[in-house]
């Protein structure tokens, strides 16, 4: 998908793309039920397959753009850890659990494993390295 089809495709349906767009915004305002968003879904897959773009094109882009969003929160909270490493509650749990909580961040784990839960701002980061040395560094900070 290059932008060069893109654009072609934006000149050659643009009156397409604009009654969609009104139709779209009418539906989100007025309809307040669930069937709202399936109308939403259906307008804006119907405009997809018309464009040429199969399902795989379209799950392309999206798990591409969900796999930068990640990796940006993830780098997002890495440089949060390095800024809140000395404001951190460290919390040893009877059951050999720990957490470690900042502002913006939350770790979980368990003593001597390998790997601990990441969630920044609420959002599951999903699982990181022990070995990673920002995170070994934030955590020999948070038990000081």
Same mark, same amino acid.
């Given at each position: ?11 050659e ?32 897959l ?5 464009? !040429?773009?199969?399902?795989? &094109?379209?799950? /392309? +882009? ?10 940006? $929160?993830? @780098? ?32 979980t !784990?368990?003593?001597?494993? &390998?790997?601990? /839960? +990441? ?10 390295? $022990?070995? @990673? ?12």
């Amino acid at each position: 998908m290059s932008q060069e089809v893109i654009m072609q495709f934006l000149k050659e349906n643009w009156m397409l793309l604009a009654v969609a767009i009104v139709v779209l915004f009418v539906v989100v305002s007025f309809l307040k039920t669930v069937m709202k968003w399936v109308i939403v879904i259906g307008i804006v897959l119907g405009v997809a397959l018309y464009s !040429g773009y199969t399902i795989d &094109d379209l799950n /392309k +882009v999206v798990t591409t753009v969900k796999d930068d969003a990640l990796q940006t $929160m993830k @780098d997002q909270a890495m440089n949060a850890m390095i800024k809140e490493a000395k404001n951190a509650e460290f919390t040893q749990h009877k059951d050999g659990t720990y957490s470690i909580k900042t502002d913006n961040l939350e770790i979980t !784990g368990k003593k001597n494993a &390998d790997k601990v /839960k +990441v969630s920044f701002h609420g959002v599951s980061l999903g699982e990181m390295s $022990m070995n @990673d040395s920002t995170v070994k560094a934030f955590l020999d900070e948070a038990k000081k």
